[in-house]
């Protein structure tokens, strides 16, 4: 089993991420949360890793953090969730926003996901509610306690598709107290 590599990075076309460790390139599939912390290629990586052995593939995983790793791989557990439907979890949701959905049962965030239906953000409820440890405090979601206007534009650049990562990102961007409509426009222009 490869548990963790260090080495040099050498490319990013998302999911994938090539690092070069003594002379061979290994093919990862990352995360978005984790592609959005890598450095630019060149520069030395560590990412722990889960090796996935199927008939007719052998895939690589990698992840930014142990937590993130095992949080995947609590996932892949689930009936009906294989590798591809936990990244795209993992690259929507930050391992704590995933545990605070868990702890609230809250199916309409998990159905923010694409690919994630009705169905199945029940089913990763009911398989995951003692799995999963409880959100950090410093870890749950920045929108709890934050004006409904920020709560707001969070839930349009959800429903436009963006990850939750970038959705967050763009959201920093914004100046205090602006309202939602604005915010929204500003958001989508920093996103472009």
Not at 121 to 147: C, I, N, W, Y
Request: neutral net charge.
């Amino acid at each position: 089993m490869i548990g963790r590599i260090t080495g040099i990075l050498l490319e990013k076309t998302p999911p994938l991420v090539c690092v070069d460790v003594s002379g061979v390139g290994y093919e990862i599939d990352v995360p978005m949360s984790t592609l959005y912390q890598l450095p630019e290629a060149g520069a030395k990586v560590t990412l722990y890793t889960h090796l996935a052995v199927r008939e007719d593939a052998h895939t690589l995983y990698g992840f930014s953090t142990a937590s993130e790793r095992a949080t995947f791989r609590t996932l892949i557990k689930v009936t009906g969730i294989g590798a591809r439907t936990a990244l795209a979890i993992l690259s929507g949701l930050s391992v704590d926003e995933l545990a605070t959905a868990i702890a609230d049962q809250d199916t309409a965030r998990l159905m923010r996901i694409p690919g994630i239906g009705k169905k199945t953000a029940e089913r990763l409820l009911l398989e995951l509610r003692d799995k999963l440890g409880q959100p950090t405090a410093g870890g749950t979601s920045t929108t709890s306690g934050a004006p409904s206007s920020q709560s707001d534009i969070l839930d349009a650049l959800l429903a436009l598709g963006y990850s939750s990562a970038e959705a967050q990102k763009a959201l920093k961007t914004l100046p205090q107290g602006v309202d939602t409509t604005e915010g929204i426009r500003l958001a989508l222009k920093s996103l472009a």
